[in-house]
């Protein structure tokens, strides 16, 4: 009898036994090609030999040691090289060991920055509905996953939400994108007033929106303007790079597409690759001196923070990202991916969107592509497409159902950087015939 509490109890799942570059190989010996990286983790491949090489070299010298009595020149390896590879007024690394982990330190780190200046009064977290953030309490109530944060509600911190930036949605017929990310900036605007701006912490977004919404980018301008307000009110800027960060969106810091830095950024997923469960908070000099001449501490920390082999293999995955044949394979075919999805998915009248940077790209089915109406959360089409992709050797990442009442089933595709031309031909083709199976169910 299974003794793991599985997250869908009863599911029979497949155990996976091995896997290589881009496939995962179950004990029954069926192949299946990681089409979404697992939900966007395995960046540089599955069994990287360099990647396994970096991590054996470290268990043979040390496994653990507490952050509380020593440092290690890995772990501060990797702190500069993330340093000197992030845009400039991001100098610090505060290393965790997933992103939620990294997501509840940046909110604190938001706090305690503003206790330490002796601006208590600023608690306010404001963030945008149809995010996801993680699952502890605190990522989850900065998240606006309707679906995700239900039967929570009660143990969730306040916090305050305004609209995505999700034009494919919200933006009006006659509006132009320019207007709408500028509406979008005024909704911000007027959220901080009315809470009253010295009492707003820091703005939480996404730069791509990946679980809730199926890799939503911003349009042009939209972050330039919240940098601009979150300055303007003293707020602190927080970027969730968790999942569309380390390279999944061609560059290796989604928000350098933006032009804008936040004041802190969390990455985690690709950071890993997932050789190993690791996160990490970036912050600017101001907030780390504030912590400096202050208390002298970060009130927080976590038993497993900056682990070596953690930080053995993230050291040697982000070298890997950062060679310029693996972004420019992450361009082509990310572009290959999006072009053979609009050539085979053109006629479905079910295909409302498909969008997306890099290799990080969504597909949002709809009931009625001309109205956008979703299809009933009840038929739990992104469940049927997920099954579908399964049995045809495809690991898919579909969501939804049931945001909102606004936003219907989406399938996220991000496969590892190094998959090439033919793989990616195997994805488009497979997922068009899951998505067929599962309409046809
Ligand atoms: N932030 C974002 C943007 C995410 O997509 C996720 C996970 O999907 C998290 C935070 C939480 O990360 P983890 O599942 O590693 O705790």
């Given at each position: 009898?299974?003794?793991?509490?599985?997250?869908?109890?009863?599911?029979?799942?497949?155990?996976?036994?091995?896997?290589?570059?881009?496939?995962?190989?179950?004990?029954?010996?069926?192949?299946?090609?990681?089409?979404?990286?697992?939900?966007?983790?395995?960046?540089?491949?599955?069994?990287?030999?360099?990647?396994?090489?970096?991590?054996?070299?470290?268990?043979?010298?040390?496994?653990?040691?507490?952050?509380?009595?020593?440092?290690?020149?890995?772990?501060?390896?990797?702190?500069?090289?993330?340093?000197?590879?992030?845009?400039?007024?991001?100098?610090?690394?505060?290393?965790?060991?997933?992103?939620?982990?990294?997501?509840?330190?940046?909110?604190?780190?938001?706090?305690?920055?503003?206790?330490?200046?002796?601006?208590?009064?600023?608690?306010?977290?404001?963030?945008?509905?149809?995010?996801?953030?993680?699952?502890?309490?605190?990522?989850?109530?900065?998240?606006?996953?309707?679906?995700?944060?239900?039967?929570?509600?009660?143990?969730?911190?306040?916090?305050?939400?305004?609209?995505?930036?999700?034009?494919?949605?919200?933006?009006?017929?006659?509006?132009?994108?320019?207007?709408?990310?500028?509406?979008?900036?005024?909704?911000?605007?007027?959220?901080?007033?009315?809470?009253?701006?010295?009492?707003?912490?820091?703005?939480?977004?996404?730069?791509?929106?990946?679980?809730?919404?199926?890799?939503?980018?911003?349009?042009?301008?939209y972050f330039k303007r919240v940098r601009n307000i979150c300055d303007q009110y003293g707020v602190l800027l927080i970027l969730d790079e968790v999942m569309c960060g380390m390279g999944r969106t061609g560059t290796l810091f989604a928000c350098e597409q933006e032009g804008i830095t936040p004041d802190i950024l969390t990455i985690a997923k690709g950071l890993g690759g997932g050789y190993q469960p690791i996160g990490a908070v970036l912050l600017s000099s101001a907030i780390h001196e504030s912590f400096a001449s202050g208390?002298?501490?970060?009130?927080?920390?976590?038993?497993?923070?900056?682990?070596?082999?953690?930080?053995?293999?993230?050291?040697?995955?982000?070298?890997?990202?950062?060679?310029?044949?693996?972004?420019?394979n992450v361009n082509a075919m990310g572009e290959r991916l999006q072009r053979g999805l609009e050539a085979a998915l053109v006629a479905s009248p079910h295909v409302g969107d498909i969008r997306g940077r890099g290799l990080f790209r969504g597909i949002e089915l709809?009931?009625?592509?001309?109205?956008?109406?979703?299809?009933?959360?009840?038929?739990?089409?992104?469940?049927?497409?997920?099954?579908?992709?399964?049995?045809?050797?495809?690991?898919?990442?579909?969501?939804?159902?049931?945001?909102?009442?606004?936003?219907?089933?989406?399938?996220?595709?991000?496969?590892?950087?190094?998959?090439?031309?033919?793989?990616?031909?195997?994805?488009?083709?497979?997922?068009?015939?899951?998505?067929?199976?599962?309409?046809?169910?």
């Amino acid at each position: 009898m299974a003794r793991i509490l599985h997250r869908s109890i009863g599911q029979t799942l497949p155990h996976a036994a091995s896997a290589q570059g881009v496939y995962i190989t179950d004990t029954q010996g069926r192949r299946y090609l990681d089409g979404s990286g697992g939900a966007a983790v395995t960046s540089v491949g599955h069994g990287h030999p360099e990647v396994l090489a970096a991590m054996r070299a470290q268990i043979d010298n040390l496994c653990y040691a507490h952050t509380g009595f020593f440092t290690t020149d890995v772990a501060e390896e990797l702190a500069e090289k993330l340093v000197n590879l992030a845009p400039d007024g991001l100098d610090y690394v505060y290393l965790v060991s997933g992103g939620s982990e990294a997501v509840e330190a940046a909110l604190k780190m938001a706090r305690q920055y503003f206790v330490e200046t002796g601006r208590p009064e600023r608690r306010h977290i404001i963030a945008r509905r149809q995010s996801y953030h993680g699952n502890t309490l605190g990522a989850l109530a900065t998240g606006g996953n309707a679906m995700r944060r239900a039967q929570f509600q009660p143990l969730l911190p306040q916090t305050h939400h305004v609209s995505p930036c999700y034009a494919y949605r919200d933006k009006g017929n006659d509006e132009s994108f320019e207007a709408y990310a500028a509406r979008l900036a005024d909704e911000l605007e007027a959220k901080i007033l009315e809470l009253g701006p010295e009492s707003v912490m820091a703005f939480v977004a996404e730069p791509v929106v990946g679980a809730t919404l199926g890799a939503v980018a911003a349009e042009a301008d939209y972050f330039k303007r919240v940098r601009n307000i979150c300055d303007q009110y003293g707020v602190l800027l927080i970027l969730d790079e968790v999942m569309c960060g380390m390279g999944r969106t061609g560059t290796l810091f989604a928000c350098e597409q933006e032009g804008i830095t936040p004041d802190i950024l969390t990455i985690a997923k690709g950071l890993g690759g997932g050789y190993q469960p690791i996160g990490a908070v970036l912050l600017s000099s101001a907030i780390h001196e504030s912590f400096a001449s202050g208390s002298g501490l970060f009130q927080h920390g976590h038993t497993y923070l900056g682990h070596p082999v953690a930080a053995a293999a993230a050291n040697k995955v982000v070298e890997i990202i950062a060679r310029p044949e693996t972004l420019a394979n992450v361009n082509a075919m990310g572009e290959r991916l999006q072009r053979g999805l609009e050539a085979a998915l053109v006629a479905s009248p079910h295909v409302g969107d498909i969008r997306g940077r890099g290799l990080f790209r969504g597909i949002e089915l709809v009931a009625d592509r001309e109205q956008k109406t979703p299809f009933d959360p009840a038929r739990k089409l992104h469940a049927r497409i997920k099954r579908q992709a399964m049995a045809r050797g495809l690991i898919s990442y579909p969501m939804g159902g049931t945001i909102d009442g606004v936003h219907g089933d989406h399938v996220l595709l991000a496969p590892p950087y190094t998959i090439q031309a033919d793989e990616i031909d195997l994805i488009i083709e497979r997922i068009t015939q899951a998505i067929d199976a599962a309409l046809a169910e």
